[in-house]
Every structure is written in structure tokens, then in C-alpha cells.
């Protein structure tokens, strides 16, 4: 079975939205194990509309139709459709009470083209709204069936998990299992990972697998279609060792945990708790932290040393030091994580300077960085020289520091 | 003229990334004066991404495909565009070179199926991409000109403004001028601004407005279009007057200049310098401000109070101040500025605290959140209470922040 979503809204083909319940509704169908194979969006516009219905419901089993289901002119889903199957439009009393009840709730008085909103296609299935007034609807076209969903994420979300989704899998009759792994992988690029799974990426049919990169990280989706629970899982096992006997070196985990999340949960069974001391990465780690519900038992909190006299009056890095090795320099990211461990009293401390640009410093070029990690016992200064904006500098510093406090973490 | 972005990979399809370029390319197309009819994306499937390309260059006069450029078996654009103009595959030697450098320039080995990258369609007009490795490429197909652009957003958006958009500027030979001026507001809902501002929407024909909300800040897009600068200009000059007298009170200025850029520059030219004691936002203000190249002369750093305890020890809350008052008060905000301003010996500080939640805190519902500012003579306590997400309420509570420091400098 295939699908296809058409979006529908001048407000996207203007620029004005992005279009969020494609990747959504995508995302639900690949659960199903419904490929998508097209995203259409098309604007207010009754022949475009028409043409772009026409040829979804000729190539694709499932249309997914989003937005233009409003009370205003501009919307004009429901009536396209209904001129297309020949079909009447005409009253939803459920529908109509939705409204009539939404509106005394609010002891609003209901502007009269609400009730265009209750007039549904005849004969049609109805998914019924709870977080607003148009109802969704699925109509027969020829051999593909057409859903039409609100546009508004905030009603579209609730309306597929509980109408739409038990409707596809009653209709699909699903007897096979999709079973889906996330491989995670740092610090290796997508072509080289790409190079060394070359024949693997050729040869796949079942189970499959796909590669995702973003800012460092990268993530491979193998997916599995069959019958029987225990074989889907053993391919892919197999397909996973297969994986890792290659590029093993790079890999952090399983699954759609960010790195930050593993550093903080490891933290936690640990019973370790981190600081500190960010000269290039301006605070952002200590934000990345601090996006982590629950971080507060781990992380009291770090300091952000910005000028090399925060580096000296807060945290006491001699100024001779500062002098004879500068501040982008292993000796100086060594102790900034030492005195900042100190300050904060922490068990760890990580620490990070060096060169975000645009210019140079200290004759050392822009993405220069070294990172430092201290026990008080045990510790470590890693350098990296990264490409690219200072924005995407900071951000893959951070990165690198979350990997390498991750390992260090690991081997204790 | 009107276009169709047309944008390829499987993972658009997957849902695992949200077609934020379509959005991006069609608001520029819009301020060119370019109708945008679809948006559609396909996978990566020869036939399918051939009988789209074809169905595009068919009915649309422009076409712009993102994605599908890269080095990996899946990326197929160039392949199947050459192929759907009888056109070959050759190599660029700019193209190649900047491969090279890359690879050279950052000391690591060339994997080979990079050099797939410097192929381009023969005969098509090459956009340089200094932010990675794919060129970007024009080829006439029909009557229809057909512009390819590399999918990551760091690419594509550089690439865009800096080559695709004067490529397109010249290829419509565009007499008349079009000039587009943001108001940016703060503080204030889209639909307050919406309602205020009700006729102007109604009867907008040349200049048109058009909103955009983003995380508390409103901007609108004032466009005019005509031949003449100074009309086109003084147009502009009376729909700003208008909206400023009616909604003038949540201006915060002129231009795409982000709050957190405006608040740099405000210290900047007035020679002041800023710490910050983040409890709540752990970090995010600070590396608000250091995404801003030039902030080391007004900003020498900052703390991340998450904990009780750094509060007591490192900025030296009074135990007692905290076990009376709370740490989700307006006493410890003014404490925290105070004290950090002490610590990093700065002309201003500014302090976060309060519950970003999920989780209640000292009775506090999450969103309270208390904003100190002081220079030493003048302090200020802002007390909000913002809805939504731990990340949204951060996010919220840093934009604040700038905000009130901007008005804090503005009334010095």
C-alpha cells in the first residue's frame, strides 16, 4: 500500500508555515509499514486543487488531504472533492451539535458560515474533531481512498492518533509486524559511514536500512517487514553485528536518545555530578544540559568565561599561564575544567576553549578547540579543528564534549 | 512567472525531517514577485523523482529542486535531470578543486565517492557553494528553467541568497522595484496584532503586509512594488507611521537585527558591559549572547546557578534569603543580579530564575519566572508567567530578557 499527502493552504506556497504534518503523518504511515511516496502542497486555488486531487487518488492508494476544511471562502477542500466523486455535500447533525455546543461553552455567538463547517460529503466516513470544529472525513476515488484532515497541527495530531490511525490499521488488516532500530554514531561523517556500508546499502531489500545525519551525529534506521516477531528480530540483530563489526568505533547507542540525554542519564545511575567552565561554547552546553528534564541532581551549575579576566579572577588561571600558552591551549583548557571542578565542587568537571571566528586568535585559525575532562584523579585534554560558521563550531563543540564526557563516563 | 520546489529524499518521505527549505525558497520567490503554485517532494526513486521532474518542467515555468546532490548512491537528481535533457554528466574542475581543498584544508582523506560530487550537468549554469560540496546547477528543460540546490539548510540558504537569488533577478529583468521593510514587535500576540491592525490587512493591495510569529516576537513584512524609489519608499514610510500609532508601544525597531543582536549592539555603542546568573534559563541567555561575533568586548561572562547550593556558595545568596523568601522570588532575582554583577565586576547584570518546570517548584506553577536587572544605582524586577513547553519557557524567558535589557539601555 502507498500513500500520498497533499497539503492545502496559500499560506504554505507562500512561505508563511512549513508544512509540519507532512513529516507527521509520514512519519505515523512508516509505522504502518505505508510507504509515502510523493508530498504535494497546493494552494487556494479550485483547478490546481482539483489537478492535484485528481492525480493523488489516480497513483495512490491512500490520499492524505491537510487544511481547507475551514469556514471561510478560501477553503475549498471539502467541495473540490465532493465535485470530483459526483457526490452531494449535506448537513452532519454530530457535526453541526459539535459546533452549536462549542460555541454556547464559550458564550460566543457562532458567525454564520460555522455551519459550512457541518456540511460533510454524503456517504463519507466521519473522524470526528475534539479540539475544534472541522471534522474529518475519508471518501472512496475509484480504487484509492481520500482522508481529508483539519489543517491546524493542534487538531490534526489528536484527530489522526484516535481516528484516523485506528481507521488505517481496520482497513489495512495488518498481519505483518514492522519492527524499527535506531544506530547512532558520532564523530564518523554520512559519506565515509556510507563508503563502509557500500554493499550492505546495495544489497538490502529486508530488512532496510537508512542513514540520517545531523550536526556530527549520525543515524541509521533499520526497519524490518514480517510475520513472525522473533525472526524480524534476529535479522535484525544480525544486520546490527554486521554494522558494528565495521564502524563499531563510532557508535553511541540505541535509539532516538539525543547524546546529551545519554551524558545526563549516565550522570544520574552513576550518581556523578559535572560542571563547567565554557570560554568558546558561550554557555550552550550548559544549556544542552539544562534542556534535560531532571538534570538538577547532576548539575549545580558552571561558569561561562568569556574574557581571560574571568579566567584569572574567577577562576584562578595564573596570568602567566594565560601569557606563556595563551588561552587556546591545552594548558589553559586543563585548568579551566581543574578550578572550575574546585569552584563548583563537582566530581567532573569539562571545560572548553578555543577559536568560534569569524577571526583569528592567538594566530590560531577559527574552529581551533581544545576540550578538557577532570576527575581530580583522572584527566584529559582532547583538540579538534572543526570547519564551518562559528554558530555550527559552537554547536559541534558541545557535540564532541558530550561524546567525550560520555566515554570517560563509560570507562571508569 | 511561477514556480514548483521540488524537494527529494527518501527521509522527507519518512517524516524524519520537516521541508523547511520549500518554506524558506518560497518567501523569497514571494518578495520576487514569483507565484509559487506547488511544493511537492519524492523520494529517492528513479522513476518517481523522473516522472515528477517531468510533470514539473511541464507546467511550471521555474523549477527548484533541493536535495539529492550528495555523494551516496541515493542521491540521483543530477543523474536523472541529465538523463531527462539528453544531456551528459561531466567534470567540473571548480567544482573538483573545491572538493580537494576541503579535504586538504582539514588534513583528512578524500573518500572516493566524493568525487561524484564534481560532476555537473554539461552545458547548465554552476552556483558555487562555499559552505560544503555540492554545486548548485541550472539547466533549461523546455520552456522551463530548472535550478538544482544541495538539501541542508547551511548549504542551500547562503547558496540561494547568494547565487540562485541574483541569478533569478536577472533572469526576470525585473523593472520594477521591489522594497520590503520588517517591523519587529515584541510582547505582543499575533492575533492582538491581527485585530489592531484589521482594515490595514483588509485593504492592503501595494504595500501588503504580512505577519510572522515566532517565540513572542512579531515581525511584519511591509512590501511595495512601482518604479519609482522615492514613491515606493514614502509608501512605506505612511503604512509604518500607521501601525506605529496604533501598536507602536511593542516596536522594538527596524530590519531582520534578532533582540539578542540589537541588546549587543546597544552595549557595544554605549561602551557597557553585562554578566548574567542564570538559574532557570542554565545557560541559554549566555550563549545568546555569544552567538553574536564581537560580544567578547561587552560580555567577559557569566554563571549558571542551577543549584541551591551554587547560589549560597559561589554568588553568595544568603541561606536565610533563600529558606525565607524562596529561590522563585523576586528577592533572590534581585540578589542574583546584584551579586553577579559583584563577581564579574560588569557595569549591568541580569538574573533568571524561576520554574521552567515540568515540575512545580516551592509551590510555583511552571512558567513563573522572575527577570532582574541592576546597574548598581537602578535595579528592576520583571515577574512573568509564561505557558508552554520546559524548552519554550526557556527559550521565552531569554527573549524577555533581552527585551527589558534593551529597554534598561534605552532609558539610561
Redesign the interface.
Known sequence: MNAEIV?IGSE?????????N?????????YLGI?????????D?PD?LRD?LKQAAARSDLVICTGGLGPTKDDLTKEILAGLTGRDLVYDEETEQNIIDYYQKWNRVMPENNRKQAMVIKGSEILPNHHGLSCGMVVPVGKSQVMLLPGPPNELIPMFRDFALPYLKTMLNVTEEIESRVLRFFDI????L??KL?DL??AQTNPTM???ASMGEVML?LTVKGEDTEKNRAALDELQDTILDRIGDYFIGIGETPLVRQVVELLQSRKKTVTAA?SL???????A???V?G??SV?????????N??KE??LSVPEELIQSEGVVSEACARKLAENSRR???TDIAISFTGV???DELEGHPPGTVFISITDGKRDEVHRL?L??????I?DRTVKYGCFYLRTFLLNE
Open positions: 497539503a504554505l506556497l507562500l512561505g508563511q508555515i512549513v508544512n509540519s507532512a513529516s507527521h503523518i509520514s512519519k505515523e504511515l512508516s510507504d509515502v511516496y510523493h508530498h504535494v502542497a497546493v494552494g486555488n490546481r492535484v561523517g554520512e559519506s565515509m556510507a563508503e557500500d546499502f546495495e537508512a542513514p540520517l534506521r565554557e561554547t558561550g554557555g550552550l552546553f550548559s544549556s544540559l539544562t534542556s528534564q538534570v538538577s548539575f549545580p551549575g558552571s561558569i561561562v568565561c568569556y574574557s579576566q574571568v579572577t574567577v569552584l563548583f565542587n568560534a571566528g569569524p579543528q570547519a564551518g560558521s562559528r554558530e555550527n559552537q
